[in-house]
C-alpha cells in the first residue's frame, strides 16, 4: 500500500450582500447565516446555519441557535453546544465600506484526482450484515465493520438476523480489515477473535488513537492507520481514503475507487467531512435506521407520548441525513446498511416495543425522487459492475443458528459480582469536578427493584459514599441531580474496565431520573472520552462465539479447532 495522493477540494462560492442598516441591535437570522451587532451597530460575530452535530439547518431562537434534527441547542453569545465543550467556529465574512456586511457561501465537493475511466474488471460487493460489507477486486478482498454473531454494547444489541455460514471463511481469509471506530457493532471483539493477530487492520488517524488502541489491546499487530483525505493505492486501480466524522466523535467512513467506479460507506458518521464529499459515485451506502441511543426510552423524566414524539422526530432526523447525503454525492445507486439491529433480550421487551426504526425499504421511494437507483439489502445477492452498469447475481447461502440470548446475559451475571467499593474508588479517581451530583442504584433487570447498596458521588465537594434507598435524593439546589439505575452486573463491567459510559447508554442497560431534566454533557463526555482505559477492554474471558460455533456442525468440523 503506497500513499498517492489525496483528495482535491473543488470550490463553488456564493457571495451575497447585506446592508449593516437593515439589521438590528442583536442577533439577526439571514437565509444561511446568524449575524450578532453590538450596540454600536458594529458586526461583532457570524455563523453558518450547519449545526456541527449532524449537518442539519439552525433556527434563531431568541440568544440561541436550535436544531430540530436532534434538538441540539447552540448558546450564542458563548458558541457553545448544550453548555458543553463542543463550540462551533465563525464563518468567513467583510464589512464594506462600513455599510455592507458581505456574507459566502459555499457548496465544496472533493474530487479524485486519479480517478480514471471505468474498465471492465472482476468487481464484487456484498452486504453481510449490519455494517459489514465484502468488497473484491484486482485479486484484494476487503471487509468493513465486521459484527457477524453475538451481542454488542454488552447484551444490548443483537443481529436482526443470523449471518451467514460463508461469511465466517470470507472474514478469516479476507486481505484487509477496515474498522470505522470503536464502537462495538463496529469493532466487535469476539467476531475480530476469528481473525489471525497479524491480519491487516485498517483505521483512520484519530488524535485520540481510540480505535488502534482498542485493537493493539486484542492482539493485533498489524494496524494500518491511515490519514484522512489521503488517497491510498493498495494494487492498481484499487484505491481507498477515510474520511472522518463532520462532528467531534472518532467516527470515519470508508471511500474505494475500483477500476473506476467510486463506492461511498458513510457508516455512522454524522455530517461525514462536513458533506464535503465525492460527486456521482457509483454506489452510496449510509445508515439508515436511528435507535440507537439510550434517549429518549432510558430516561424516566418523560411520558410515554413525549418519548414517542422524540423517536418519531430522531428517525425524521434520520432521514434527512440521508437525504442530504444523496444529494451532496449525486450517487448512481443507494444501499442503506449498518441499521439492523434488535433488542433481542427477554429482559429488554420494553425498548424492543417502543424503539421504532426507520426499514430500509423506506428510502425507496426517496431514491425514485432524486433519480438513484435503490438496492435492497441482501445476504445472498452478489452485486457487480460490468460495462458502467450494476447487476446482481443470488448465490445459495446458509445461515448460522439462532442464538441464546441467555447464555451472554447470565456469563455477564456470573463474571461481574457489583461491590460498591470498587465504584465508590473508581469515582475518586475519575478527576471530575462538578456541581453533579450522581445516585448509582443496582436494579434489578426491570429496573423496578433496589438489588443492592446505593452509590452517592457529589463531585462538587468530593464526596463518595454508601447511602440507604431512602437518602436517595431527588433534586438539590445548586446541583445537577442524576438518578441513575443500572443493572448491576453492567455498571461493574464498565468500572472493573474502565469502559466508556456510553457503552451502557446505548445498550439500554440504564434508566435515568434527572433534576433538572438537561443533558450533562460535560458529565458523559467525561466518563466516555476522558476517563477511560488506555486499552478499551470490552469483552469477558469467556469465548462466547463458541455458542455459534459448536451450533453450526458444517462449519465446525472443519475449523472448530483452530478457533479453540
Known amino acids: 500500500m503506497r500513499k498517492i495522493g489525496s483528495f482535491k477540494v473543488k470550490y463553488k462560492r456564493k ?220 494494487v492498481p486501480n484499487f484505491q481507498i481514503s477515510i474520511l472522518k466524522s463532520g462532528d467531534f466523535r472518532d467516527d470515519s467512513g470508508i471511500y474505494f475507487n475500483l477500476n473506476g ?9 454524522n455530517f461525514l467531512n462536513s458533506n464535503i464529499l465525492p460527486q456521482k459515485i457509483d454506489l452510496l451506502m449510509t445508515s439508515f435506521a436511528g435507535g440507537a441511543s439510550g434517549f429518549p426510552l432510558c430516561y424516566d423524566n418523560y411520558s410515554i407520548e413525549e418519548k414517542k414524539k422524540v423517536i418519531l422526530r430522531n428517525k425524521l432526523a434520520i432521514r434527512s441525513s440521508v437525504i442530504n447525503y444523496l444529494k451532496a454525492t449525486s450517487p448512481i445507486n443507494y444501499l442503506p446498511y449498518a441499521g439492523m439491529f434488535k433488542e433481542y433480550a427477554k429482559r429488554d421487551a420494553f425498548i424492543k416495543d417502543y424503539n421504532e426504526k426507520n426499514a430500509t425499504i423506506d428510502y425507496k421511494q426517496i431514491c425514485n425522487s432524486l433519480n438513484v437507483g435503490y438496492i435492497e439489502p441482501e445476504k445472498n445477492k452478489l452485486i457487480q459492475f460490468i460495462d458502467g452498469v450494476i447487476s446482481f447475481r443470488e448465490i445459495d447461502v446458509k445461515y448460522l443458528q439462532k442464538e441464546d440470548y441467555s447464555f451472554y446475559i447470565n456469563k455477564y451475571k456470573e463474571e461481574y459480582i457489583y461491590d460498591p467499593l470498587n465504584i465508590i474508588s473508581y469515582l475518586k479517581n475519575s478527576g471530575y469536578h462538578s456541581n453533579q451530583i450522581v445516585q448509582i442504584i443496582p436494579s434489578n433487570d426491570t429496573f423496578d427493584e433496589i438489588m443492592d447498596e446505593v452509590v452517592f458521588a457529589d463531585f462538587k465537594n468530593q464526596v463518595f459514599k454508601i447511602i440507604s434507598r431512602n437518602d436517595i435524593i431527588d433534586r438539590k439546589e445548586g446541583f445537577k441531580v442524576m438518578k441513575l439505575s443500572v443493572r ?77
Open 261 to 269: 467506479y467510486q463506492v461511498l460507506l458513510t457508516v455512522d458518521c
Open 488 to 564: 448491576p452486573e453492567i455498571i461493574t463491567c464498565v468500572i472493573e474496565n474502565k469502559l466508556p459510559w456510553e457503552d451502557f447508554s446505548i445498550g439500554f442497560q440504564m434508566r435515568v431520573e434527572r433534576s433538572p431534566n438537561e443533558y450533562e454533557s460535560d458529565f458523559w463526555y467525561h466518563f466516555t472520552n476522558v476517563y477511560i482505559n488506555d486499552e478499551h477492554f470490552r469483552y469477558s474471558p469467556y469465548c462466547g462465539s463458541c455458542t455459534v460455533i459448536n451450533q453450526n456442525p458444517i462449519w465446525n468440523k472443519t475449523n472448530n479447532k483452530q478457533h479453540i
Open 15 to 234: 457571495k451575497k450582500e447585506i446592508l449593516i442598516s437593515d439589521l438590528k441591535i442583536g442577533f439577526n437570522s439571514s437565509r444561511d447565516h446568524i449575524i450578532k451587532v453590538d450596540e454600536n451597530y458594529n458586526v461583532s460575530q457570524v455563523i453558518d446555519k450547519v449545526c456541527d452535530h449532524a449537518g442539519g439547518r439552525l433556527i434563531l431562537k431568541g440568544e440561541n441557535a436550535v436544531c430540530p434534527m436532534h434538538n441540539w441547542s447552540l448558546n450564542l453569545n458563548t458558541l457553545q453546544y448544550n453548555d458543553s465543550h463542543i463550540c462551533k467556529k465563525q464563518a468567513e465574512y467583510r464589512i464594506i465600506d462600513n455599510s455592507k456586511i458581505e456574507l459566502f457561501n459555499s457548496e465544496n465537493h472533493l474530487e479524485n484526482p486519479y480517478l480514471d475511466k471505468k474498465i471492465n474488471s472482476d468487481l464484487t460487493i456484498r452486504w453481510l450484515n449490519h455494517a459489514a460489507v465484502y468488497i473484491e477486486a484486482n485479486g484484494i478482498s476487503f471487509i468493513t465493520d465486521p459484527w457477524l454473531f453475538g451481542p454488542a454494547f454488552m447484551t444490548g444489541w443483537w443481529l436482526n438476523e443470523p449471518s451467514t455460514l460463508d461469511s465466517i471463511e470470507l472474514l478469516k481469509e479476507v486481505d484487509y480489515i477496515y474498522i470505522s471506530h470503536n464502537h462495538p457493532d463496529h469493532l466487535h471483539p469476539e467476531t475480530m477473535r476469528l481473525v489471525s493477530k497479524d491480519k491487516k487492520i485498517i483505521v483512520g488517524d484519530f488524535q485520540t488513537k481510540s480505535t488502534e488502541k482498542y485493537l493493539r489491546a486484542l492482539g493485533f499487530t498489524n494496524i494500518i492507520s491511515l490519514g484522512f483525505n489521503d488517497i491510498y493505492d493498495i
